[in-house]
């Protein structure tokens, strides 16, 4: 710890001081934490009374526990014959509606998941000085594909900060990552691409198949997810979760994101918000279950499938007691690919609601703004 620290808490702080600490120098909310002087919620942490997480309301909704909302589906079945179909609809189902659904024997071991978990803390683990090598912004020739920071879009004036630290390791080839990532987690985060991968091409060729693509060919799999990044993320303990947010609401920009969560809890998602009503919908909590993996549908899946598939919204509060992890891995189409609806869904005279892109340029304007729920999407939107 710098030294610089000892005199940061004490409440005479300025908040440019502090911001230095924990975004520019890369020192992160743990580092803050960990200096063991922090007795309350730092201004620059402080959500306004809007974005706040009520603590009652996700305990309420906890008992909200029906399979309706939080579909878990035994990914296995889906080679039994007499149960192929019923997963079909299950999977089509979660994805049309909540966007969102937990996935249990789903072919990423076990034993995979808990060294996942291990290798995150591994990481945030060590010294400032070591984990700000990677900082972003600041990204050294020894390490181009990994981008370590805190908060998703720290500076974005007028937003408070999240209350996380996060390990962003694209993925460019076998040899990159082996070379590039962090030694903490490069081998399980490998692993975990790599057989998450296969998972997320089958419950893609479903979704697709759905949508009528029968079978989804080497071209096609490189538009769906060509763009891989596997995140490692930490929220220490915060001192008053009621001031805070872990992540602010959101959709990821990719086709699906496999999520591993650890047993904290803490995860949102929003359900039965309806535009056309007007209906702001409300958020449950997922609670964590051993093994299992969450997929969310992303933006682009969105776009893609013309609307018949919903990115799902989500957040992320913060606990008061312990740390957590979560890791999850964004699969998309590649930056130079062009995506819009595609032509099997919007043929025979439907209308296309996003027009067609640079994923690039998406991926510009979602990492240029603060998260802001599912605004992201007005970039490809087509006004009515
Ligand atoms: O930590 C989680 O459960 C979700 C993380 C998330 O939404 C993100 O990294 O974009």
New binding site residues.
Partial sequence: MAPVAAGLFHGDIDDKTLYNFVVVEGNGVKGMVDSGLLSEVPNLFIQPQHERIQFVTAVKNKEVKTTKHLPIIDLSELDDPTKHEEVVRKLVDAAESLGFFQIMNHGVPSELLERLKQAAHNFFNQPPEYKSLYLRGRVSPSSPIVKYGTSFAPEKAGKALEWKD?VSMIYTSDSDALQFWPQECKEAALEYLKTSSKMVRRILEVLFGNLGLEVIDKNEEYLYMGGMRV?M?FYPPCPDPELTV??AP?S?MGTLTV?L?DGIG??HVKINEDEQEESDGEWIEIPPIPSALVINVGDSLQILSNGRYKSAE?R?RTTSTQSRV?I?LFVAPRPGDKIGPLPQVVENGGIPHYRDFLCAEYMNNFFGKAHEGKKSLDFAKISP
Wanted: proline letters at 7%; charged letters at 5%; hydrophobic letters at 35%.
């Fill in positions: 996060f995140n993320n872990g992540v959101h990821d999520l969560q803490g995860l989500h992320v979560s999850p």
